[in-house]
């Protein structure tokens, strides 16, 4: 049954770009939000859709009940945008308000630059791999301990390998300028 399972899971996960999890994200930019707000209460963060963060309140990327140290987020963004709602909801539960100013990172318009940010959501060739590795062995339930031949250039970004799981073959592909990844049941 186990085999089965996995056949049907890789079936059901074609060759298409995966991109982390919000929990994978919430742990690699969680440091980033504390770094700019160190003193505030270590929040229950919680991921929604867009459309029940529009119940709550229009258009929202996140929200904040500071009383309660609780964030809701909507599920789903992109690394860079991730970091920089998080760290915004961080600014409220370190009491901050909205500022009218555009690209500020307390803006209230959504429009926010925050360098550290920026940074943060770069990954290194060594870490899209690790992740692309980290989002299979997630979808397989399993560690990212399997083998996996060595990775071989297909362009100057990017990058192919094979690995074997469960004794089954997955190709995978990183591409270090997109920073997307997939890989796919061969
Ligand atoms: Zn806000």
């Not at 919000?22 to 867009?50: E, G, S, W, Y």
């Not at 998080?86 to 307390?106: D, I, K, N, P, R």
């Amino acid at each position: 049954m186990r085999t089965l399972a996995l056949i049907l899971l890789a079936l059901a996960f074609p060759a298409s770009a995966h991109a982390a999890t919000d929990q994978q994200m919430l742990q690699r930019f969680t440091p980033i939000a504390q770094q700019a707000f160190p003193n505030v209460c270590a929040p229950t963060v919680t991921f929604h859709t867009k459309a029940e963060m529009t119940a709550q309140e229009k258009g929202a990327l996140g929200l904040t009940w500071r009383a309660e140290c609780r964030v809701w987020m909507v599920t789903g963004l992109d690394p860079q945008l991730f970091c920089t709602v998080l760290t915004h909801e961080y600014g409220h539960l370190a009491g901050l308000e909205h500022v009218a100013q555009s690209g500020q990172l307390m803006s209230g318009d959504g429009a926010v630059n925050y360098e550290p940010c920026n940074v943060a959501a770069r990954l290194t060739l060594p870490e899209l791999k690790l992740e692309a590795k980290r989002s299979l062995a997630d979808t397989l339930d399993g560690s990212t301990a399997f083998p996996c031949r060595p990775w071989r250039a297909l362009s100057t970004y990017r990058y192919r390998t094979i690995c074997r799981v469960h004794s089954e073959r997955y190709e995978i592909i990183v591409n270090v300028r997109t920073q997307e990844y997939s890989w796919a049941y061969t």
